[in-house]
């Protein structure tokens, strides 16, 4: 077993901020393809709905299929930059480039449209993922301490949501500036790629300048290498793996059917130009960095998991709510924003501290290290759930009639449209908790076993008492 430090200490604020830059080349690019490639490839490239699910089902699920091979590359590879930066500094420039080519003012017939897009989206998610993984993986390298994740993860969760707003109402105001100008709307998207994407390629530069040095060091040249196959049997074994796992994956359904459909809604059931709805995301990143310290705070007194099922709780019962009630005007708009970002924004803040949490338990019980292959395959699962969303959108607004190339909709295209912002979201939100509940580390637990791996890494006898759970 390689043997590694422990670090349990207080993070600074360069070292937190450095890291959680870093985002921005995660979030950026991910928003804008979650909120926008769909309707860009109905209502600007003029792909037909169940067509355009299709590319994103193909594409993300190559994506989810290759993670683990990036997280187990990552574990094993050796260079006197470590494990991780490298394959950072290689993802993010392409990622960067592929998705000006996604927005490329491009004109297609007949089948090439569908085939163009669905390369140029495999390109992207594969340079996504090649940076994505192994910096997830060098944030549970950072530190090993309980609460410091959470504060971690508490500064990625602000540049996340700064990133968000970029992402979403930065296109908005590109466009509205565009129209006035006497532009195509092609020729907007074009822009916004252009301009995001470098802002999103920046974080990554920066992260990966300032995060030199801060990843664990082996202390002796061996390492166990296990296959894949064998690395998820070993890694399924472990309960909170197990349980973080299926939660990703049913969150991410969820939030891929509400990202895509949410432009929907804006643009055909309550009319918003493009300017309101930059206002609108503005207003979205305000509620979403308010969120972000209160989640923190309510984390670390009562724990992850009963944070969770709380925030998802509001989530869930205001999503059935406005599924009856319907999203009718801004105001409601901006209230079910409010319910549903409790549970969103609770996830990407929380869920990712958790799943740091599963790497000191894998150790203890395998003794092994492997943040890159429990990345890769929680990434895995948040991909497989988008891709599986994003084709479940298409599929509903195909079956429900929507038609990007009219201006008004059909009343049942309409309805569609609101379920898939409410309801259906809301199934996959419960799932999604149901995992969650069944989560078994908590802070006393954690600590136990931190001390635990430290008498393991010792060579001293060390008690297993009260990790039945974990197995």
Known sequence: MSELAIRTGKLSFKEKASYGIGIFSDSIPFNIICLYFLYYMTDVAGINPALA????????????????????????????????????????????LVLMLIFAPFTFSGNSGFAYYLI????????????????????AEITQDFNERNSLRSYCGIFIYIAVWIASAGPMAIMDRVFAYGGTEKMSWSISAAIFGAVGLIGALTCWRFTRGKELIENNEERIKTNLYKNFVELYKIKPFRMIFFATLFFCINFSIASAAFVYLMSNNLGLDAGVQATYWTLNT??????????TFVANRIGKKYAFICFFLIGIIGSLTFAVIGI????????????????????????????????????LINGERREGAISGFTSFAQKFGSAFGLWLSGVILSFTGYNGEVIEQTESALKGINLLNTL????????????????????????????????????KEYSTEGFEKLV
């Open 328 to 363: 009718n005007d801004f105001s409601s708009l901006i209230i079910f924003t409010i319910v549903w970002n409790a549970a969103n924004i609770c996830f990407w803040t929380t869920g990712f501290s958790m799943i740091y949490d599963c790497c000191e338990a894998d150790e």
């Open 286 to 295: 305000v509620i979403s960095l308010i969120y972000v310290p209160v989640i």
């Open 424 to 459: 259906v979201p809301a199934i996959f939100m419960l799932i999604a908790l149901a995992f969650i509940i069944r989560y078994p580390l908590n802070a006393k637990n954690f600590e136990a076993l931190i001390k635990a791996l430290e008498l393991k890494r010792e060579g």
């Open 120 to 139: 140029v989206a495999i390109l992207f998610w594969t340079a996504y993922k090649t940076y994505v993984i192994p910096y997830t993986a060098l944030g």
């Open 53 to 96: 699910g299709t590319i994103s089902l193909i594409a993300i699920t190559w994506d989810a299929i290759t993670d683990p091979i990036v997280g187990y590359l990552s574990d094993n590879w050796k260079s006197k930059n470590g494990r991780r930066r490298p394959f950072m500094i290689v993802g993010a420039i392409p990622e960067y």
